[in-house]
């Protein structure tokens, strides 16, 4: 009996080759979609969670008082004293320092940008295999080091070469190859390259300071250690080895404990600098596959509702000839299922050819595990959901039909079933219209931001990390030489570039009792000049001031405002950084407000002062050879930091890296958008062709009666455009509200103008009214003597 109604269903698929087309095209479409967003979601929500002591590691926190600000730096000794004070609890303790370094072999020489420094425990405490090694030694000598294994391979061609070679960090300091590690998979928040030992930096690993905040502390407690009573001893634990300085500075700060797996989720911020996610946009991405795949589902109800006219006369000779209902519904929704599993095929082979690309829009390879049982579970979850619910209408619906009527050609879909028909193409194409609303206004944002005046000048400024012990030495004659080179307008040397790192220092200033947390910049006397900012009230830096460097600060205008003054009364007040300085500074100019943060975030004070901090050099290149300047700056480079190769970036580049989240969100909901419209005409196509052969002798009457092609086309175009004109009406309050609320991430951002919508639904109903015209208009054109022949 299988075999007879497989049989059928293949030759019910071969008949009706279009519709079978249609059919498979949106279904294997839908699924693809889900699968690579299932995809997606599985790896986002993976992360961190391969690790087999992951539920016991946590990652201490720094948090501060009437602050949402959560800070994961902590000093060298934290470490040390968590495991003595509380040895009850806290079974061992790794720290974390990310940096870069010149590595070289032989000829060979990179600057690595991913390399972990830790204590001995790391690959103890994390689960990240080891190719050649012991997880438990490799790391326990100083001068030890770990290679990943495609950075063994840069250096060492294979593997096995690999083992027990000797390295060079910065020129000077030897490191032995002692393991090899299998790549960091893509569901980690840790991206490293390499893994050394904190004991081959002595200063580092011991230093006694307890503010110089610089590595990051994870801790594996005990399996019965309760992590909430352990946080409740952490402000005794502060006050022990903390309490003068947070008196001294006016520091409120405690300790807490993030769970490994919770890390990745975190709010993303220029203090915390591994990989976070973004679980808005998981969900985001979760709404799209349920959506996408309602569209498909609706697509294939509809369709094989729509095929019930034609099979109606085999419906009723199977009863006529015996055929239980339960039988047809089997068949018919055995048929289904056949449908969804040649799309599941179809699907991941889709998924296979589209895999590099997706992995370029996402920004990193998801870590598929093709033997493992979710994804199978996901495919057979899809053909089951798909062929039973999308396929028990149409199956339940054939089965009760009357043989009678049936075989005497009378059946009729009613207009119960019409409007049943129309509401799932409402439903669809509201789907459509919200989905294009999301795209055109993350579009416009984007837009927006990109052009939107930040206060200062980034045209041609080129910026050079400061971020080796060369350049940071001869970082004044780098300068130096630069300013007298033709192409070169102005050179700053500063602690953060606009859009990067801008720490927060605690202050005393005049007329206030209270410590303030405010934005602070350490740049030259040549900041203002190199990014353009205007000078409102008082003076800029200046050599001529011999008091300049030790007494003067400059602040932002909404620095004054936040003190309680005007930028005319502002200048002159006393302000004093009590971390860095023993007296105070005098305000001596206020500049104008420039977008130094994201444009997530409002407008912040600012405090600019020249106290020495220097870790990016901006340089303002003149109008001109762009490409002779940059060369002129590779010279001087290559003159103060000779080993290290010369890299850098503009600073307009900046817009790139810091939305490029929302960036990809743009792609990707564009994409999808694009195939949910898509599907939605491919159903919309198939009703146009069942409604013009269902209508085939009336237009034929028509015409014979002098109805025009154009009068034909608007009745058959007609009907079939009210749905989608009423999911339209439907779509666009949805879209606004969903829209609205994503804005709000934006400190700045766009209006919700009306030609968003207006645009939204002219798209869809232009390619809906294309899709419907394209059989309309073929049906109008047909000669009428052969649609009445049989008359």
């Known amino acids: 009996m299988i075999r007879n109604y497989l049989k059928i269903a293949w030759r019910n698929l071969y008949k009706n080759k279009v519709f079978s087309l249609i059919h498979i095209l949106g279904l294997t479409i839908g699924i693809t979609?889900?699968?690579?967003?299932?995809?997606?979601?599985?790896?986002?929500?993976?992360?961190?969670?391969?690790?087999?002591?992951?539920?016991?590691?946590?990652?201490?926190?720094?948090?501060?008082?009437?602050?949402?600000?959560?800070?994961?730096?902590?000093?060298?000794?934290?470490?040390?004293?968590?495991?003595?004070?509380?040895?009850?609890?806290?079974?061992?303790?790794?720290?974390?320092?990310?940096?870069?370094?010149?590595?070289?072999?032989?000829?060979?020489?990179?600057?690595?940008?991913?390399?972990?420094?830790?204590?001995?425990g790391f690959f103890t405490m994390f689960s990240f295999p080891l190719l050649r090694g012991d997880a438990a030694t490799a790391l326990?000598?100083?001068?030890?080091?770990?290679?990943?294994?495609?950075?063994?391979?840069?250096?060492?061609?294979?593997?096995?070469?690999?083992?027990?070679?000797?390295?060079?960090?910065?020129?000077?300091?030897?490191?032995?190859?002692?393991g090899i590690c299998k790549n960091p998979p893509s569901n980690t928040h840790m991206d490293f390259d390499m893994v050394n030992t904190l004991s081959s930096?002595?200063?580092?690993?011991?230093?006694?300071?307890?503010?110089?905040?610089?590595?990051?502390?994870?801790?594996?407690?005990?399996?019965?250690?309760?992590?909430?009573?352990?946080?409740?001893?952490?402000?005794?634990?502060?006050?022990?080895?903390?309490?003068?300085?947070?008196?001294?500075?006016?520091?409120?700060?405690?300790?807490?404990?993030?769970?490994?797996?919770?890390?990745?989720?975190?709010?993303?911020?220029?203090?915390?600098?591994?990989?976070?996610?973004?679980?808005?946009?998981?969900?985001?991405?979760?709404?799209?596959?349920?959506?996408?795949?309602?569209?498909?589902?609706?697509?294939?109800?509809?369709?094989?509702?729509?095929?019930?006219?034609?099979?109606?006369?085999?419906?009723?000779?199977?009863?006529?000839?015996?055929?239980?209902?339960?039988?047809?519904?089997?068949?018919?929704?055995?048929?289904?299922?056949?449908?969804?599993?040649?799309?599941?095929?179809?699907?991941?082979?889709?998924?296979?050819?589209?895999?590099?690309?997706?992995n370029n829009i996402l920004g990193y390879n998801l870590t598929i595990a093709w033997n493992s049982w979710p994804i199978y579970t996901f495919l057979g979850g899809v053909i089951l959901v798909v062929g039973f619910l999308a396929g028990s209408y149409p199956a339940f619906f054939l089965s009760a039909f009357s043989p009678i009527e049936a075989l005497k050609g009378k059946l009729r879909l009613g207009k119960g079933g019409s409007f049943f028909r129309q509401a799932l193409v409402v439903v669809q194409f509201s789907i459509s219209v919200f989905l294009i609303i999301g795209t055109i206004v993350i579009m416009n944002q984007m837009h927006y931001i990109k052009n939107k005046s930040l206060g200062y000048d980034q045209a041609q400024s080129v910026v050079v990390q400061i971020d080796n012990a060369d350049i940071y030495d001869h970082r004044n004659l780098f300068k130096t030489e630069l300013q007298n080179k033709p192409g070169i307008a102005s050179v700053s040397l500063m602690s953060g570039e606009p859009g990067g790192f801008f720490d927060v220092q605690a202050y005393e200033a005049e007329g206030h009792q209270d410590i303030l947390k405010e934005r602070s910049e350490f740049a030259d006397f040549e900041y203002v000049k190199t990014l353009g900012l205007k000078i409102i009230a008082g003076r800029d830096f200046s050599p001529t001031f011999a008091t300049d460097t030790m007494n003067s600060v400059l602040i932002n205008a909404t620095a004054a405002k936040k003190l309680g003054f005007s930028p005319e009364q502002a200048v002159g007040k006393w302000i004093r950084n009590t971390i860095r300085d023993d007296h105070k500074r005098r305000i001596i100019g206020v500049v104008n407000d420039f977008n130094f943060l994201s444009l997530k975030e409002n407008m912040d004070a600012l405090i600019i002062s020249p106290s020495e901090d220097r870790r990016v050099a901006v340089i303002k290149l003149k109008p001109g050879n762009i490409a002779s300047s940059l060369d002129e700056i590779k010279k001087v480079y290559a003159q103060v930091a000779p080993v290290y190769p010369f890299e850098y970036t503009f600073l307009d580049q900046k817009f790139d890296t810091t939305y490029k989240s929302d960036l990809r969100q743009q792609t990707i909901l564009s994409i999808?958008?694009?195939?949910?419209?898509?599907?939605?005409?491919?159903?919309?196509?198939?009703?146009?062709s069942f409604t013009a052969a269902k209508r085939t002798k009336e237009i034929g009457v028509r015409k014979v009666l002098g109805s025009s092609v154009l009068n034909i086309l608007l009745l058959l175009s007609k009907d079939l455009l009210k749905p989608v004109m009423i999911a339209t009406w439907i779509a666009i309050p949805v879209g606004y509200y969903a829209m609205h609320s994503w804005l709000q991430n934006f400190a700045y951002r766009t209006p919700l103008s009306w030609w968003i919508f207006v645009l939204a639904a002219a798209i869809t109903f232009a390619i809906a009214l294309i899709t419907v015209s394209f059989k309309s208009l073929k049906a109008a054109l047909a000669n009428p003597v052969q649609s009445l022949r049989s008359e």
């Open 33 to 120: 979609v889900c699968l690579m967003i299932f995809l997606y979601i599985t790896n986002e929500f993976s992360v961190d969670r391969f690790h087999k002591n992951g539920r016991q590691v946590y990652r201490v926190m720094r948090g501060f008082d009437k602050e949402k600000a959560r800070v994961p730096y902590l000093s060298a000794p934290y470490a040390q004293a968590l495991l003595t004070d509380y040895p009850a609890d806290i079974k061992m303790a790794v720290r974390v320092w990310t940096a870069n370094f010149l590595v070289s072999f032989g000829d060979k020489a990179f600057d690595e940008r991913k390399v972990y420094t830790t204590d001995a």
């Open 140 to 178: 326990k000598d100083p001068g030890s080091v770990v290679l990943t294994q495609k950075v063994a391979e840069k250096y060492f061609g294979t593997v096995d070469n690999a083992m027990g070679k000797i390295i060079s960090f910065d020129k000077t300091l030897p490191m032995k190859v002692t």
């Open 201 to 358: 930096f002595p200063d580092r690993a011991n230093g006694k300071i307890w503010i110089n905040n610089f590595l990051f502390t994870y801790v594996l407690l005990n399996p019965n250690t309760d992590v909430a009573k352990l946080e409740a001893k952490f402000p005794r634990f502060l006050e022990k080895y903390m309490g003068k300085e947070m008196a001294q500075y006016g520091l409120h700060q405690d300790l807490m404990l993030t769970a490994l797996p919770d890390i990745y989720f975190e709010p993303s911020s220029a203090f915390d600098n591994v990989k976070h996610g973004d679980k808005t946009v998981v969900y985001i991405f979760i709404s799209i596959a349920a959506l996408i795949m309602l569209i498909a589902c609706i697509n294939f109800t509809n369709l094989a509702t729509l095929r019930a006219v034609e099979r109606s006369k085999e419906v009723g000779l199977r009863k006529v000839l015996g055929a239980l209902r339960n039988h047809l519904v089997s068949q018919f929704i055995g048929e289904s299922i056949l449908l969804s599993v040649i799309s599941c095929i179809l699907s991941i082979g889709l998924l296979l050819a589209l895999l590099p690309t997706y």
């Open 672 to 688: 999808f958008s694009g195939l949910a419209i898509f599907i939605a005409c491919l159903g919309l196509f198939g009703l146009a």
